[in-house]
């Protein structure tokens, strides 16, 4: 006898109603909820991301905001990311004109580790605004010291292409791993001291060794390698 076909997996429909009502109704953990094996389940599936990303961006969105009170909107962020960006330029080109060589290091100093901080979310921000991909708000998170976290509008999210998720996730990352060295290219020019070049270099190392260690199991790189494994996924569909 031949074999019957494999059923289809159920439609995720009834389970995201389920869901929506239950963060409708205060209840905002969507790992407890189930939410992220569905959302797993739609992206390699095209026909089903345009049927649920409108969804699914809701209950992210409604999730996010009722458990984050301490969030600004993307053009506040932005504004004061770019406005950090420049402040360490400043202090690079300063650097220049210092009226000592301790003042020299100082600033190039300040300026790599302004960067470091500052250029993240902007390069997720840009990067994410060529695939469609849009953000809803600023927010502080992440493992403590606090730092600036964008997030995103799910829905547009979904809909992008993944291998440009993947490089939207990995933006943030590499921009934030290339800013002390940026500064150390002004050390050549400046007059600082050697424990200002030796300060950026370390800093950038300890940036890549976390990166290596941390961002590929809880962070960017991790996102990074889920989203490319959903684009090999779908193109073999």
């Known amino acids: 006898m031949a074999e019957a076909p494999a059923s289809a997996p159920p439609d995720p429909g009834p389970a995201l109603d389920r869901i929506e009502a239950a963060v409708e109704g205060g209840i905002t953990d969507l790992r407890a909820l189930g939410f992220w094996p569905i959302v797993a389940r739609v992206k390699p599936d095209r026909v089903?991301?345009?049927?649920?990303?409108?969804?699914?961006?809701?209950?992210?969105?409604?999730?996010?905001?009722?458990?984050?009170?301490?969030?600004?909107?993307?053009?506040?962020?932005?504004t004061l990311l770019?406005?950090?960006?420049?402040?360490?330029?400043?202090?690079?080109?300063?650097?220049?004109?210092?009226?000592?060589?301790?003042?020299?290091?100082?600033l190039l100093l300040a300026a790599g580790v302004i960067w470091s901080v500052a250029v993240h979310c902007p390069a997720h921000w840009a990067v994410g605004r060529l695939a469609s991909i849009r953000f809803t708000d600023y927010f502080l998170g992440g493992p403590p010291p606090?730092?600036?976290?964008?997030?995103?509008?799910?829905?547009?999210?979904?809909?992008?292409?993944?291998a440009s998720?993947?490089?939207?996730?990995?933006s943030g990352a590499i921009a934030?791993?290339?800013?002390?060295?940026?500064?150390?290219?002004?050390?050549?020019?400046?007059?600082?001291?050697?424990?200002s070049a030796a300060g950026l270099i370390?800093?950038?190392?300890?940036?890549?060794?976390?990166?290596?260690?941390?961002?590929?199991?809880?962070?960017?790189?991790?996102?990074?390698?889920?989203?490319?494994?959903?684009?090999?996924?779908?193109a073999a569909r």
Not at 211 to 219: C, F
Request: proline share 5%; charged share 20%; net charge positive.
């Open 48 to 78: 089903l991301v345009d049927r649920h990303a409108d969804q699914i961006g809701r209950i992210d969105t409604e999730a996010f905001r009722a458990g984050v009170r301490l969030r600004v909107p993307v053009w506040l962020g932005n």
């Open 82 to 106: 770019f406005a950090g960006i420049a402040v360490g330029l400043a202090a690079a080109i300063a650097a220049r004109n210092a009226a000592s060589t301790v003042l020299a290091g100082t």
């Open 146 to 162: 606090p730092r600036p976290g964008l997030k995103t509008d799910y829905a547009t999210y979904l809909r992008a292409d993944p």
């Open 165 to 170: 998720r993947a490089w939207m996730h990995a």
């Open 176 to 195: 934030t791993k290339l800013a002390p060295f940026v500064a150390l290219a002004f050390w050549p020019g400046s007059g600082a001291p050697w424990w």
């Open 202 to 234: 370390a800093l950038g190392l300890i940036q890549i060794a976390t990166d290596v260690t941390l961002s590929v199991k809880v962070s960017d790189w991790k996102k990074f390698s889920r989203e490319r494994a959903v684009a090999r996924e779908r």
